[in-house]
Antibody, heavy 120, light 107 residues
Framework: EVQLVESGGGLVQPGGSLRLSCAAS????????MDWVRQAPGKGLEWVAR??????????EYAASVKGRFTISRDDSQTSLYLQVNSLKTEDTAVYYC???????????WGQGTLVTVSS | DIQLTQSPSFLSASVGDRVTITCRAS??????LAWYQQKPGKAPKRLIF???TLQSGVPSRFSGSGSGTEFTLTISSLQPEDFATYYC?????????FGQGTRLEIK
């Protein structure tokens, strides 16, 4: 059974940092691109970043709104995905979901999400 | 960036109704489109991928169609568990984008 479990969210002041983690199990992690998607309270879904698989040299893609502040990474030996979030702004407040990319590029499995609240 | 515009943004319907949600892309995306269902407090769930392929386990009352710039999600006969928010998503290029969502409520 595929499982994605996020952790690391919490309350942080503007300008602060957090490291979000996503522990994956039940599939061959190294075969898949992995993504972060966020959802601000009461708002829609926003794609944040993608970590591509080994076959694609673990390269990354980012949304313009987070580029330069967020860094996605992965540890295939630990089957884990990470998101380092720096220079946080109040508008980064959201539930952050980890998602697995399927062979058709969309997201076939999602975690339950971890809430990041940026507030003074 | 490719913009996805869903219509309507809000839909009120009754159990048994047939409903259609449209997603229009600002440029052609071939069939790189997925549909998701999200219920309050839950993660999104994939319903349709590659524009028209039904996710395993999803009831056959859900269907997707379209290619290029116009896509539709149809629910042939609404059931109580279908009342949720629906999102389209394009995977044609980066950044990956979602539509703004369609909230489907019980009339």
């Amino acid at each position: 059974e595929v499982q994605l479990v996020e952790s690391g969210g919490g309350l942080v002041q503007p300008g602060g940092s957090l490291r979000l983690s996503c522990a994956a199990s039940g599939f061959t992690f190294s075969d898949h691109h992995m993504d972060w998607v966020r959802q601000a309270p009461g708002k829609g879904l926003e794609w944040v970043a993608r970590s591509k698989n080994r076959a694609n040299s673990f390269s990354a893609e980012y949304a313009a709104s987070v580029k330069g502040r967020f860094t996605i990474s992965r540890d295939d030996s630990q089957t884990s995905l990470y998101l380092q979030v720096n220079s946080l702004k109040t508008e980064d407040t959201a539930v952050y979901y980890c998602a697995r990319s399927s062979s058709t590029r969309d997201f076939d499995y999602w975690g339950q999400g971890t809430l990041v609240t940026v507030s003074s | 960036d490719i913009q996805l515009t869903q219509s309507p943004s809000f839909l009120s319907a009754s159990v048994g109704d047939r409903v259609t949600i449209t997603c229009r892309a600002s440029q052609g995306i071939t069939s790189y489109l997925a549909w998701y269902q999200q219920k309050p407090g839950k993660a999104p769930k994939r319903l349709i991928f590659a524009a028209s392929t039904l996710q395993s386990g999803v009831p056959s009352r859900f269907s997707g169609s379209g290619s290029g710039t116009e896509f539709t999600l149809t629910i042939s006969s609404l059931q109580p568990e279908d009342f949720a928010t629906y999102y389209c998503q394009q995977l044609f290029n980066y950044p990956i984008t979602f539509g703004q969502g369609t909230r489907l409520e019980i009339k």
